[in-house]
Antibody
Framework: EVQLVESGGGLVQPGGSLRLSCAAS????????MTWVRQVPGKGLEWVST????????YYPDSVKGRFTVSRDNSKNTLYLQMDRLRADDTAVYYC??????????????WGQGTLVTVSP | DIQMAQSPASLSASVGDRVNITCRAS??????LNWYQQSPGKAPRLLIY???SLQSGVPSRFSGSGVGIDFALTISSLKPEDFATYYC?????????FGGGTTVEIK
C-alpha cells in the first residue's frame, strides 16, 4: 500500500524558514515525480511544486518561485520542501502526492494527510 | 495562467440523485483535466484523470466527459459517502491550476 506521511509543519514568524518532509513507502519512489499542493483551511487547492523522479527538473508557480525549493533523497524515499521568506499568505495545509509518472507535472494520487504551516508573529 | 471555473459552487442533492458538476477552462486544454474528491478533514482523492479515465478503485457511478474547454463530472446515483467537495485540475501546462471546488451537500 502506498503511504505518504508529511511532517515538519508548525508555527513560524513572517520572514522565517521551515522545511517540510514527506516520507514515502509502498512504491518505487525513484520512479515517480512528486508534487506539493497546499490548501488554506476552508479554501481551495493550490499547486506548489513538482519534482521529477531524479530530482533534475523542478517546477513552481510564481507565488513561491525563488522562496521555496523542492528536493528529494531517493536513498531515503523522502521528499522535501524548503520554505524561506515565509509570508502570512503561505499559511496552509501542505500535502505531498505521488505523480502518475516519472517526469511530471501530472495528475497525482495518492496524497498524504497533510501538515499545517502557520505563519504568524 | 489557465483559469478553471467550476459550477455550481455548491449544490444540495439527495441519495440516489444524478449530479453534474461542470468545469470550464479559460483556454483549450485538450483532455488534460482531472477530478478530485475531498471529504471533510481528509486529503483529496483522485477520481478521474485525462478527462474520462476512472482511477483504479473508484466506483463506476463516477464518470467524466469533455474535451477542449468544457468538462463535466457526473455521479449517476449519489451515495451517502459522496457528499464532499469536488475539484477539477488542469495539467495541460504549468502552473497547474484547480477549480474553486463544488460542495455537494445533503438535501
Amino acid at each position: 500500500e502506498v503511504q505518504l506521511v508529511e511532517s515538519g509543519g508548525g508555527l513560524v514568524q513572517p520572514g522565517g524558514s521551515l522545511r517540510l518532509s514527506c516520507a514515502a513507502s509502498g512504491f518505487t519512489f525513484n520512479n515517480y515525480a512528486m508534487t506539493w499542493v497546499r490548501q488554506v483551511p476552508g479554501k481551495g487547492l493550490e499547486w506548489v511544486s513538482t519534482i521529477s523522479d531524479s530530482g533534475a527538473t523542478t517546477y513552481y508557480p510564481d507565488s513561491v518561485k525563488g522562496r521555496f525549493t523542492v528536493s528529494r533523497d531517493n536513498s531515503k524515499n523522502t521528499l522535501y520542501l524548503q520554505m524561506d521568506r515565509l509570508r502570512a499568505d503561505d499559511t496552509a495545509v501542505y500535502y505531498c502526492s505521488k505523480d502518475w509518472d516519472s517526469s511530471g507535472p501530472n495528475w497525482s494520487d495518492p496524497w498524504g494527510q497533510g501538515t499545517l504551516v502557520t505563519v504568524s508573529p | 495562467d489557465i483559469q478553471m471555473a467550476q459550477s455550481p459552487a455548491s449544490l444540495s442533492a439527495s441519495v440516489g440523485d444524478r449530479v453534474n458538476i461542470t468545469c470550464r477552462a479559460s483556454q483549450s486544454i485538450s483532455t488534460y483535466l482531472n477530478w478530485y474528491q475531498q471529504s471533510p478533514g481528509k486529503a483529496p482523492r483522485l477520481l478521474i484523470y485525462a478527462a474520462f479515465s476512472l482511477q483504479s478503485g473508484v466506483p463506476s457511478r463516477f464518470s467524466g466527459s469533455g474535451v477542449g474547454i468544457d468538462f463535466a463530472l457526473t455521479i449517476s446515483s449519489l451515495k451517502p459517502e459522496d457528499f464532499a467537495t469536488y475539484y477539477c485540475q488542469q495539467t495541460y501546462t504549468t502552473p497547474l491550476t484547480f477549480g474553486g471546488g463544488t460542495t455537494v451537500e445533503i438535501k
